[in-house]
């Protein structure tokens, strides 16, 4: 019976986000419909570029799900943990910062694996700055950025977007932290009034 009652608010979660998701999906069409009513000599345009997005995507998420079941069978949460969890300190940040810099697919892909990282107990910072690393530090961008505006400009930008990745990341953390503190502050404030 524990068990039922357990599995219960679980459920209703789960059918919560899968409407939410629905209600999002819905929106985005209605709002898709109403903008290419008014711009109809842009229908042809979305259109393809809708297309083209769709098989972007078809192409990279079938490796994306590979990666990610390799992932969640041979990286033990120990290991996140320990490299990437709240008390990982630097290693912890420069391992977001090499993690996010390696890939050269578009920053969508990145999203499924900072859940598979943030489910192993990765902390948020290091989850933001792998994220951010991956959306403007690569390492293929940078090696272009040499070549064209060279090593002064290439270094400049890469120090200081390393610098303001990381305080964002952990400003970020902050932030989710010191919010949720105040959400639980005032959980239990309503509480003991009620009772």
Do not use: H
């Not at 608010?9 to 998701?21: C, I, T």
């Not at 040499?146 to 400009?153: A, K, S, T, V």
Request: hydrophobic share 55%; aromatic share 10%; charged share 20%.
């Amino acid at each position: 019976m524990k068990k039922d009652a357990a599995r219960t608010p679980d459920k209703k979660k789960a059918r919560k986000e899968m409407v939410r998701g629905y209600v999002s999906f819905a929106a985005t069409l209605i709002a898709a419909v109403i903008v290419l009513w008014i711009f109809p000599n842009k229908v042809s345009a979305a259109t393809t570029a809708t297309w083209n997005y769709f098989l972007e995507m078809i192409m990279i998420l079938p490796a994306v799900m590979v990666i990610m079941g390799i992932f969640s069978v041979y990286v033990s949460k120990e290991l996140v943990v320990k490299y990437m969890g709240k008390t990982s300190g630097i290693k912890g940040i420069l391992l977001a910062i090499f993690f996010g810099m390696l890939p050269t697919g578009p920053l969508y892909v990145a999203f499924p694996l900072a859940v598979a990282l943030r489910s192993k107990g990765a902390s948020i910072s290091n989850i933001i700055i792998f994220l951010s690393a991956w959306a403007c530090i690569k390492l293929p961008q940078e090696l272009v950025e040499l070549q064209f505006l060279g090593i002064e400009f290439m270094a400049a930008r890469l120090i200081l977007t390393i610098i303001f990745v990381a305080i964002m990341g952990l400003f970020i953390e902050r932030l989710i932290e010191w919010t949720d503190k105040e959400r639980i502050g005032v959980s239990q404030e309503e509480t003991n009034e009620s009772v």
